[in-house]
Structure formats: structure tokens, C-alpha cells
């Protein structure tokens, strides 16, 4: 057994120990919202947005990026949990802005192992084989931080499966102050329009 494998488990039966009024918690999320952000270590959205067991959904991925599974999550967290509002929260620092679609493919047509990066950028190791199966995947990478909270925002507005009237909110994590920092065109785009009724 590794040694993060027996940390995981000694720090669960710890938790376990005190669960207390956990296990009466209702599925669908008490402050009925969702995030959409970033997998990086260094957010932890329960701290920022002051959130506890139960109270929001949080979905994550490399970069916070509007994937098409994280729209799957966001229709999910909407239709049968009963979430209102959106957030869309990139951060600074992402390593998602330090490669291309290019850089990755090719990284990963040389080798599987894990790369390591420089002032002169991404290498690998030199161990093969490698798979061209990543020239069929969007990495979804980030050049300008705000222009893709933007996109996100945009992307998931106008999907046939999400209605109009949810606000969606644009925001980028600041790593060096703990502070979300609006991206106003994002908010605008990500407006709620409120459905008009038919008058008689």
C-alpha cells in the first residue's frame, strides 16, 4: 500500500469519525448554485466561495473549461438538482495557458511518461512509445485568461440545453491574493433573461 494511499484512507476514517448530521443532507444542493473552475491544487472553491458539505456543486477540470462534459454536469446540477445561478471561475497562474494543442499532441506522441518543463519549455522524457490518439482530443487551452472566461460563459448561454433565464457569472481566481476578480464582459454575456409570459 503507497503512503498516499494510507494518508487518504486514515484521514477518511478520521472524518467518518465525526460525520455527525452529514448523512441527513439532501441531494440537491442547499444554496442552489454551481462552479465551474479549475482542477489546480491551489483553489479550493469550499475556502473562496465559503461553501460547506452540501450547500453547492462544484465541477472541475483542467482549466475550468465549458467541456462538453462539464455542460453535461451543469444541465444535470439544473434540471434534476434544481441549481439557479452559474459560476464560471478561471485562475491566474493556469497551466493551461503554458502549452497548445500542438505541444501536447506531440509531447504525448513521443511518450506517455510525464513531461517536465523549463525556461525553454515542455520536454519529455525520451521514454516510449507514445499514441497519436491525442491529435482527436481539444485540450481546451488558454492564451488570454479573461478572453476564455468569456468563451466559457458564452459557450454555455447559448446551448440549446440551458435555459435562458440562469445567470452565469465570470471570474478569475487570483493565486497570489485568494481574491475572484469579476471579468465584466463575461458577467454581461452571462446575464439572465427572464422568460415573458404570452398576455391574453
Known sequence: ?????????????????????????????????????CMDARLD???????????????????????DDAIRSLVISYKLL??????????????????????????LASSLKTSSVDEAGWHDSGEGPGSTEGDFIDWLTISDNAKSVVEDVRR????????????????????KSGRLVEVPEATVAGRGKHKTSATA
Open 1 to 37: 500500500m503507497s503512503q498516499i494511499l494510507k494518508e487518504v484512507l486514515a484521514a477518511n476514517k478520521a472524518y467518518t469519525s465525526d460525520f455527525g448530521d452529514k448523512r441527513d443532507l439532501p441531494m440537491p444542493p442547499g444554496r442552489h448554485f454551481a462552479i465551474l473552475t
Open 45 to 67: 472553491p469550499a475556502k473562496y466561495a465559503g461553501l460547506a458539505e452540501g450547500d453547492a456543486h462544484v465541477i472541475r477540470n483542467a482549466g475550468g473549461r465549458a467541456s
Open 82 to 107: 434544481g441549481t439557479q445561478e452559474w459560476f464560471v471561475i478561471h485562475h491566474t497562474d493556469c497551466g493551461m495557458e503554458t502549452f497548445t494543442d500542438e505541444i501536447m499532441r506531440d509531447l
Open 156 to 175: 454555455i448561454k447559448e446551448h440549446p440545453l440551458v435555459p435562458p433565464e440562469i445567470p452565469v457569472y465570470g471570474y478569475i481566481y487570483d493565486v
